[in-house]
């Protein structure tokens, strides 16, 4: 994740050995982000509404009266634009889809212990793909991989291109089709009757948390959309 505006981040983690720790994996991955913390769901909100950010990292259990995915699901509902990317010690297939399911773009197991399995999560958030533990790989048919694939297939090369890959990139933030049709000025039916279904051709699947899945498992690279043109009064 590149650019010329500087990478805003939240962390949000209640354990604070843990989340300094984390915040220095993330400084190492990416030295000049602006990275602010959270240590529970209230204080996050209140960043979240004074500041906009790019990336989230939230701890999904939480030890307080709201969880991460409370969290998550505020993402959501405020239609914020921001990637969330959770975090867990647990790695079981029911919560890492349902992480995804509610709109989560990436999901990191805290207690991954082979040597720099957990800055190469990392690095493939920060290169616009999705991470998520093999434990949540496999589908009907297809064998989870070994190991989580480095990014290095472009949406391009699968054949996903111009209003599509919009489409792609914001259905991997979580959004749903509603929103997606307001951002892009088109009706809802387009999206769900047109560019869904074709993406789902192409990658295979049936179902949005699918198509996540498999965007992970191929190791696809979303770029970014290209920052709105800036209009300085009527020609």
């Known amino acids: 994740m ?16 843990v989340r300094a720790g984390m915040r220095e994996l993330i400084r190492i991955a990416q030295p000049d982000a602006r990275i602010d913390e959270a240590a529970d769901y209230d204080e996050a909100v209140a960043k979240l509404q004074q500041q906009s950010y790019q990336l989230a990292f939230i701890d999904v ?14 993402l959501r509902e405020a239609q914020l634009d921001t990637r969330a990317i959770m975090l867990s010690g647990r790695s079981d297939r029911p919560l890492v889809l349902e992480c995804i399911n509610a ?10 212990s082979s040597d720099g399995v957990f800055q190469r999560a990392l690095d493939t958030v920060f290169q616009g793909g999705i991470f998520i533990p093999v434990t949540a790989m496999a589908r009907d048919g297809v064998p989870a991989p070994a190991a989580p694939p480095v990014p290095s297939v472009t949406a ?9 890959l919009e489409v792609l990139y914001h259905l991997c933030q979580g959004l749903p089709n509603k929103t997606i049709a307001s951002r892009m000025q088109v009706e809802e039916g387009t999206i769900r009757k047109d560019y869904v279904p074709k993406l789902f051709r192409i990658f295979q699947v049936t179902r949005r948390t699918e198509l996540l899945v498999e965007v992970a498992r191929r190791g696809v690279i979303i770029p970014p959309l290209p920052l709105p043109a800036q209009h300085h009064g009527d020609t």
């Open 2 to 17: 590149t650019g010329a505006s500087e990478l805003t981040i939240l962390l949000v983690e209640d354990q604070g050995l």
């Open 61 to 74: 259990d939480l030890k307080s009266s709201k969880t991460g995915l409370d969290l998550l699901k505020y």
């Open 103 to 112: 709109g989560a773009c990436g999901y990191i197991p805290k207690d991954i």
């Open 156 to 164: 391009a090369e699968l054949g996903v291109s111009g209003r599509c």
